[in-house]
């Protein structure tokens, strides 16, 4: 029999609030959590917003001693694992020892610690080297990231990172729900975590004149997924983790059920280190190929959480892949850019548009497209938008689509989809 897997577990940090709550709330409110940049000062940038978790504080989860060994994603994953633990009723450090070497981390990170190797570079080039850490290398190092996950929660099965670009942690999830399904795990802590808003990166993202620029005064408007008017993403931050389960397992141990990951599809353009194909192709295939692993048909489809960045290129072929995917269903499914409120988390987006896609859909209604007030040409389906809108949903997709040509996409079933 083909196991299936739950979600039973659900923690984040984002630029809406702390915690499923405070995220779940600021959806449905449509707000923006787009600012001026807070984290250093942002006034010699010509790009001078992001979308912060402004209201996380690190020290809550990261001990004094460790703070200045540790990059400001540590405790932002930690946090988030934390909760998805608590709301899944598992009490993770007082397993008894053979169950905790049973459960997986697997989190998907696009900078990882970048934001930590840019301060250690500044204290070696200034000739501050009492300042640099001693983990410089170990903590400045991607994969270390799942350790110090691993590590708070004492799980001592395998502890990995996935870093395909902004499809980073879309691919954690599908990796992990294949532990299960085929039955290498019973329980995988997955998610993604991301806190790239730096100085650097943010000179980066503007050479490549990519960011949008042309709303810093007004900065809860500038993203702006499918609107004519949109001139490039915004960069965002956070972290979102669940608990993923078997089925089974799950519910013998009387476990809330918040939906399932059914299928997972994933594919590369091969086409260029930035730019789509314009055929939208192989981000269709990935679609297409989530609900294969499924056992989904598109009719089956209610609603499809959009990768939509807001950038020109992104949310045209998107829309046309969609079209490609679904054929004529696509004029019927609604979907939304939940980028549009939290700005882009790299690698972290698709854990983030999980976590939206089932906040909302168990609480009955579509997140909106914010800022979507006339849309672009070639953007021509239905994107929610502005106003969240009441809905029942038992199948949604999740896209994601990366520098390096790759897709993918989730396939899930809410907790209102799920038998008994």
Known sequence: MRRRVAVTGLGCVTPLGTGAGAFLEGLRAGRSGVRRISLFDPSDLPVRIAAEASGFDPANHVGAKDA??????????????AEALASAGIEAEALPLDERRRIAVLLGSGGGPVEFFERMYGHWYRGELKKASVYAIP?????????EVSMRFGLKG?????????????????????????????????????????PGIMTGFGLMQILASSRQEAPETAS???????????????????????????????????????????????????RLDESGVEPARAMTEALEDAGLDVRDVGYVQYHGTGTELNDRIETRATRLALGAAAERVPGSSVKSQIGHPQGASGAAGLAATLLALNAGFLPPTANLDTPGPECDLDYVPRDSRPAEVGVALVNGIAFGSKNSALAVRTARALPG
Do not use: N, Q
């Open 224 to 274: 702006r997924p499918f609107d004519a008017g949109r001139d490039g993403f915004v960069l965002g931050e956070g972290s979102w983790f669940f608990v993923l389960e078997e089925m089974e397992h799950a519910r013998a141990r009387g476990a809330r059920l918040l939906g399932e990951v059914a299928g997972w599809g994933s594919t590369c353009d091969a086409y260029h280190r930035v």
């Open 158 to 198: 395998p502890s990995h990172v996935v870093s395909t670009g902004c499809t980073s942690s879309a691919d954690a999830i599908g990796y992990a729900a294949k532990a299960i399904r085929y039955g290498e795990r019973d329980v995988v802590l997955a998610g993604g975590a991301d806190a790239v808003i730096t």
């Open 139 to 147: 903590t400045g190092t991607i994969g270390t990231l799942s350790s």
């Open 68 to 81: 200045r060994h540790v990059s400001r994603v540590v405790p932002m994953a930690i946090a988030a694992a």
